[in-house]
């Protein structure tokens, strides 16, 4: 990036360019690596704004950086080993630029503190997710040749009012942080050790934050949470109204707040609880036209046995009630869901009442996984790890399956249909189509061009499907919905 795109205008010159000598530290170069969830890309966003205070630039490249951070996830052991394959190859980076620093943030930082220290002589800073308000001074040590470390988590810090630099950004779609931390414990995962007790955010700063984004050009918002439908302001987790001269807000009056901020604002959210969600979430989704009609319900085991080992809070009855309540309300909203094959003690029974759930749910589509056991969690100290590697294998493998024959009958269901679509970007295989997402999440892909005119990221077409498969949908437009392309 040249370095004058990063300089604010010069109040001494006609060119309009810095002319001064330059504030401390302007030619830093940043480039942060982001693992795992949309949450950790989140979070580069504010690590990005607050080394954009401190003069940093970011980059697309770690071969262009002064700085490289990797955000990395500790979800399972497989996630963990990519990360540290990734922190040994910045040895060579190391070697041909002595000036560069490394940085490790995010789960790991949190989870490993000692051991990237000590073992990882690359690594010169290890900053947990609450905090990123102190890598200025962090940075300021490590500049002195001294390793920095702060892994401090925070059951206040939310980073509310700090304004995200979007990275990698298409322009027309944006994550929106709106709670961080877990206070679940499920017994497999290792997300409340790493990211601490939940809180959420101010509703009025994410209100303000989308109202931005709109003006921005921004179409689209995905709200995350862990478990979102825990979302809660101005009242504790036991009911009690903490300020009686303030409104309470939980996740459905937040969605209906942030649905208002803009009719051409899509809103999408990750991840709902099953033990969580309401209805009266559902009546507001259902409300708004913007609301997307796409719920994500991570099940983990269609096993009610499995399911209490799990420490989920529900069993399988609750959750097919809670999905006849998603048909009811939105008989048009897909869902998808997470899986956990081979949980400790799973019996061939048990996997076989997860393969029967997805049967009767149906999922549009489900991310899924081989249970990896995580240190400290409950599952750990509990249970033995007892099904066989490639059990587990097996059974993911029959998961799998019966996901793609649903994932496939979904997708042919929507041939004939005429649905709204959000055009994203060029599609990777042409340059002459564009993909884009209906309300359900589908990525539908379209032609550049209708009657002469050429479609932008940002619009909003309808679209007739003409074809699909596995993983997405042709369409037809029919007709444009907005003119206004976001980033013309
Ligand atoms: N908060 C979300 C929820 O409650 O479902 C998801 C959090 S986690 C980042 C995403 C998914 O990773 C989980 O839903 C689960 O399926 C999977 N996961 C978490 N821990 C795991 C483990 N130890 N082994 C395998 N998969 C795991
Ligand atoms: Fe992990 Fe459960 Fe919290 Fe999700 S809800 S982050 S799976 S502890």
Known sequence: MKIEQSLPPCQHSALGYLCGPFPKGLSKRVYIESYGCQMNVSDSEVVASILAKDGYTPVK???????????????????????????????????????????????????????????KKVVDLVVGPDAYRTLPELLEKVGTGQKAVNVLLSREETYSEIEPVRLDTNGVSAFVTIMRGCDN????????????????????????????????????????????????????????VKDPDLPVTDFADLLDMVARVSPLLRVRYSTSHPKDMTDKVLA??????????YIHLPVQSGSSQVLHRMNRGYDRAWYLERIASIRKHMPDCAISTDIIAGFCGE????????????????????????????????????????????????????????????????????????????????????????????????????????????????????????????????????GIMNEQPVNA
Not at 209 to 234: F, H, I, M, P
């Open 185 to 240: 414990m499920c017994a497999f995962c290792v997300v409340p050790f790493t990211r601490g007790r939940e809180r959420s955010r101010d509703p009025h700063t994410i209100v303000d934050e989308c109202r931005k984004l709109v003006a921005q050009g921004y179409r689209e918002v995905t709200l995350l949470g862990q478990n979102v439908d825990s979302y809660r302001w101005n009242i504790d987790s036991r009911g009690n």
């Open 347 to 478: 019996t061939e029974e048990e996997h076989r009442e997860t393969l029967t759930l997805m049967e009767s749910v149906a999922y549009d589509m489900a991310f899924m996984f081989k249970y990896s056991e995580r240190p400290k969690t409950l599952a750990a100290r509990k249970y033995p790890d007892d099904v066989p590697e490639e059990v587990k294998g097996r059974r993911l493998q029959e998961i799998i399956d019966v996901q793609k024959r649903s994932s496939s009958a979904r997708m042919l269901g929507y041939i004939g249909q005429v649905h709204e679509v959000l055009v994203e970007g060029v599609s990777k295989r042409s340059a002459e189509h564009l993909y884009g997402r209906n309300t359900q999440n589908a990525v539908v892909i379209l032609s550049r061009w209708w009657n002469g005119t050429e479609l932008k990221p940002g619009m909003f077409v309808t679209t007739e499907i003409t074809n699909a498969t596995a993983g997405s949908l042709q369409g037809r437009i029919i």
């Open 284 to 293: 507001v989704m259902a409300r708004y036209d913007n609301i997307c009609k």
């Open 61 to 119: 490249s770690a071969e262009e950086a002064d700085l490289v951070l990797l955000n990395t996830c500790s979800i399972r052991e497989k996630a963990e080993y990519t990360v540290m394959q990734r922190i040994n190859e910045m040895n060579n980076l190391k070697a041909s630029n002595k000036e560069l620093k490394v940085g490790v943030l995010g789960c790991m930082a949190e989870r490993m503190r000692e051991d990237l220290l000590e073992k």
